[in-house]
């Protein structure tokens, strides 16, 4: 079996064919979806479906792209995690591939976020785009490592993998392990142990091989399991076996 550890199925690219979206994962022996929050306006969206469907979790928080002038308070973020269906905090983190000028704002939510998450020992979920010796260096100042988390859709260095791992977190792999083109990121999936490893899609984002192009969705994430165990020279059962235990691990999700 496979889990998505990262999807936004309530998007509405997926939301609005949730069933067959749903249908497609149990067809494609994915068992459980991790559905990201992006922003606070949307997520009673996310709530509708952790709410709805036993096999699919959430988190709460705003991408860093969001606007800059969204309200958030670190008590707003602990009340809204203590769902049991809101596993996670974010995505969070800091982007400075899209956005320029004064960013102290990104960085301050991004702080907010980890607090959020150390008050109610729930784990972080990271994206850094062009940013990651800042997010380190904010995760090593607010001690993201007492909660730890994911760095989600990884495309850095081994040298800044290791050092999130050194700090406890999972490094994620997408769909785009599965681009010809990918060959840097190849190699760091190599180098990344079983047991820190999760796997996701993104969706609707990122399709992986053979689907690029067109709509993702949590039933394509066997596609980058397979990629990752041609890269590592290992079994599709292995991968699969270990990313399913590391996200039930992580999240604190009973199987």
């Known amino acids: 079996m496979f889990v998505d550890s990262h999807c936004h199925i309530d998007f509405p690219e997926l939301g609005t064919r949730i069933n067959e979206v749903l249908s497609n994962m149990a067809s494609n022996r994915v068992t459980h979806a991790l559905c990201v ?25 705003i991408h860093p792209d969001h606007d800059q002038n969204a309200a958030l308070t670190e008590a707003d973020l602990v009340q809204r995690a203590m769902h049991p269906k809101i596993v996670a905090i974010g995505e969070t983190g800091l982007d400075y591939f899209r956005l320029t000028g004064d960013l102290d704002w990104q960085r301050e939510r991004f702080r907010t976020h980890i607090r959020a998450a150390r008050a109610c020992g729930k784990p ?47 490094i994620s792999i997408s769909g785009i392990v599965t681009f010809k083109n990918a060959v840097a990121l190849k190699d760091v999936t190599r180098r990344i142990p079983l047991d820190r490893l999760l796997i996701e899609t993104d969706s609707p984002y990122l399709a992986p091989m053979p ?17 990752i165990a041609r890269i590592k020279e290992t079994s599709v059962d292995a991968v699969a076996e270990a990313t399913c235990a590391n996200f039930f691990r992580l999240f604190g999700i009973t199987a």
Request: net charge negative; charged share 25%; hydrophobic share 40%.
């Open 37 to 61: 929050s992006v922003n606070l306006e949307d997520w009673p969206r996310v709530m509708a479906l952790v709410e709805g469907h036993s096999h699919v979790f959430g988190s709460v928080g």
């Open 124 to 170: 972080l979920i990271i994206h850094t785009r062009e940013a990651a010796q800042d997010t380190l260096r904010l995760m090593q100042e607010e001690k993201a490592h007492e909660v730890a988390g994911v760095m989600h859709c990884f495309t850095e260095t081994w040298d800044i993998a290791q050092e999130a791992m050194d700090l406890g977190f999972y």
């Open 211 to 227: 689907h690029r192009g067109k709509t993702n969705e949590p039933a394509f994430v066997k596609y980058i399991a397979e990629e």
